[in-house]
């Protein structure tokens, strides 16, 4: 039981490039979400999905994309790299988002530099 | 909406000694309450968490938190640090019941014991 996995664990890339963090989880989860870290500012809600086919946006969803094609896998994609995405993103996973209960799973994380 | 203050973005302690991580929230519902802790370059794992009944809910680690719906508080206590708690500590919210559980966190306290 690998829980929630996210590739890669480090990246570096240019400005204006793009790249896919890839997320699954293997726990038949309903929820999925991105969140991504900052030095001081805590975790922030990226995009999330309560289910296949169902996505919505989060905090700060500028910049990014996702889609939910499976149960299991919850990408995402930066179109168009910018030195302000520099952080580290999370993604996690939660039986259900409906309950409020929401206990999450959280992966080890993608370090991401944007020179 | 919710929003959730965590006190103290550093607390240095000696190890053996009690310690203190405050968090105070924001909320016009009712909410389930989190406290979530991060190793260095891991990802987040649950602490312990507050969904109803008694206020005072034990966790992993010897780690207690008390809930206080007065003073909107769920603060987070440990009569005994050991060097192995050095890590950083989220404080998070979920909206209560029948609406999407999307966690709402707090900035966190970098909790560093010292010898």
């Known amino acids: 039981n690998a829980g929630v996995t996210q590739t890669p664990k480090f990246q570096v890339l240019k400005t204006g490039q793009s790249m896919t963090l890839q997320c699954a989880q293997d726990?038949?989860?309903?929820?999925m979400s991105w969140y991504r870290q900052d030095p001081g500012m805590g975790l922030r809600l990226i995009h999330y999905?309560?289910?296949?086919?169902?996505?919505d946006q989060g905090e700060v969803p500028n910049g990014y994309n996702v889609s939910r094609s499976t149960t299991e896998d919850f990408p995402l994609r930066l179109l168009s790299a910018a030195p302000s995405q520099t952080s580290v993103y999370f993604c996690?996973?939660?039986?259900?988002?409906?309950?409020?209960?929401?206990?999450?799973?959280f992966g080890a994380g993608t370090r991401l530099s944007v020179l | 909406a919710q929003s959730v203050t965590q006190l103290d973005s550093q607390v240095p302690v000696f190890e053996e000694a009690p310690v203190e991580l405050r968090c105070n929230y924001s909320?016009?519902?009712?909410?389930?309450l989190f406290w979530y802790v991060q190793y260095p370059n891991q990802g987040l794992q649950l602490l312990l968490k507050?969904?109803?009944?008694?206020?005072l809910v034990k966790g992993i680690n010897g780690f207690e938190a008390e809930f206080n719906k007065s003073q909107t508080s769920f603060h987070l206590r440990k009569p005994s640090v050991h060097i192995s708690d050095t890590a950083e500590y989220f404080c998070?919210?979920?909206?209560?019941?029948?609406?999407?559980?999307?966690?709402?966190f707090g900035k966190g306290t970098k909790l560093s014991v010292k010898p």
């Open positions: 999905s309560v289910g296949a086919g169902i996505t």
């Open positions: 507050y969904l109803s009944g008694s206020t």
């Open positions: 998070a919210v979920s909206p209560y019941g029948g609406s999407q559980g999307n966690l709402i």
């Open positions: 909320s016009s519902v009712s909410v389930y």
């Open positions: 996690a996973s939660s039986y259900s988002a409906w309950t409020g209960e929401n206990i999450q799973y």
């Open positions: 726990m038949n989860h309903e929820y």
